[in-house]
């Protein structure tokens, strides 16, 4: 079974330009969460997706935004981007019942974003 | 707004040490997560616990739910042990699910051969 696919690997910006981050969960897992890792804040939740919907939103300007698609894929986009949005990214999927919340998440390798 | 405190922040020890990482958190919880990271980023979990214990081969992790405390412990530590280990704590909301994960800081393990 593939594991959580991350794309691309490494991305440069320019401040005020954004980004647009994909991810493809494993297959038959309806979640997708998002998380930004940093030296200074370490590991913070961005927002999880399950079945195309918003269910949790971390403490993040509207800057960041997200979707999924109806395969399960999500992406994560990052408008007017500045320094302090330098960091990997990362999302994980899960398999999440309808009415469960706690099940093993499963990492991607990230994304490092480096803004200039 | 859960408070994740992970100790120590870095731990040296020499292979075949028994090594204990520490989480406390500061409100209740639906699930406990202990994440490995190494070089480069990726993120392994290890283990997702709510209450009790569990083992997996040379890995124990523990929750005390009362005393809202967990560790993680390593038996005969080996170089490759050598990581970042990350507590992540899940709280349910006031809408009857749970929220996103909280993180503690890591903590950085060397095991020296």
């Known amino acids: 079974k593939a594991g959580v696919t991350q794309t691309p690997r490494y991305l440069i910006k320019t401040r005020g330009q954004q980004v647009t981050l994909s991810c493809s969960p494993i297959?038959?897992?309806?979640?997708v969460s998002w998380y930004q890792q940093t030296p200074g804040q370490g590991l913070q939740f961005l927002f999880e997706?399950?079945?195309?919907?918003?269910?949790n939103k971390g403490n993040f300007p509207g800057r960041f935004s997200g979707r999924q698609f109806s395969n399960s894929r999500s992406e994560m986009n990052v408008s007017t981007l500045e320094l302090g949005d330098s960091a990997l990214y990362l999302c994980a999927s899960r398999w999440l019942g309808v009415s469960s919340y706690n099940s093993p998440l499963h990492f991607g390798n990230g994304t490092r974003l480096t803004v200039t | 707004k859960n408070e994740v405190e992970q100790s120590p922040q870095n731990l040296t020890a020499q292979e075949g040490e028994f090594i204990t990482i520490n989480c406390s958190y500061s409100v209740g919880i639906s699930a406990l997560h202990w994440l490995q990271q190494h070089p480069g980023g990726g993120i392994v979990s290890l283990f997702m616990?709510?209450?009790g214990k569990k083992k997996h081969g040379r890995l124990i992790a523990t929750i005390n739910i009362q005393e809202k405390h967990s560790s993680l412990h390593i038996t005969a530590s080996h170089p490759r042990d050598s990581a970042v280990y990350i507590c992540a704590v899940r709280s349910p909301n006031s809408g009857g699910g749970a929220d996103g994960l909280t993180f503690g800081k890591g903590t950085h393990l060397i095991i020296q051969p």
């Open positions: 997706y399950f079945s195309e919907t918003q269910r």
């Open positions: 616990l709510s209450s």
């Open positions: 297959s038959g897992h309806r979640s």
